[in-house]
Nanobody, 116 residues
Framework: QVQLAESGGGLVQAGGSLSLSCAASGRDFSSYSMAWFRQAPGKEREFVAVVRWIADRTEYSDSVKGRFTISRDTAKNTVYLQMDDVRTEDTAVYYC?????????WGQGTQVTVSS
């Protein structure tokens, strides 16, 4: 059974940092592009960042570019999101998935709350 388990969320003050992890199990994701998405209250889920399966190339949404860093450890089947200089508008539930996402493997996500 394929599972994605996000962790590392919490409450952080604006300007602070947080590090998220996504542990995958049930499948080897080393040949997949992996991404982080987020969903704020009352809004649709949106793309945050992706690490491509070829050469680990990374791409970011304009709203997080220069502040967030995505990385992966294929040996651990884990994807990370380092969040620096967070803003109140980064408050959301954060999810990982393949890119494009596979609809049947969404995890529970991890809540990130940024206070002013």
């Amino acid at each position: 059974q394929v599972q994605l388990a996000e962790s590392g969320g919490g409450l952080v003050q604006a300007g602070g940092s947080l590090s998220l992890s996504c542990a995958a199990s049930g499948r080897d994701f080393s040949s997949y592009s992996m991404a982080w998405f987020r969903q704020a209250p009352g809004k649709e889920r949106e793309f945050v960042a992706v690490v491509r399966w070829i050469a680990d190339r990374t791409e970011y949404s304009d709203s997080v570019k220069g502040r967030f860093t995505i990385s992966r450890d294929t040996a651990k089947n884990t994807v990370y999101l380092q969040m620096d200089d967070v803003r109140t508008e980064d408050t959301a539930v954060y999810y990982c998935n393949t890119n494009p996402p596979l609809p049947t493997i969404w995890g529970q996500g991890t809540q990130v709350t940024v206070s002013s």
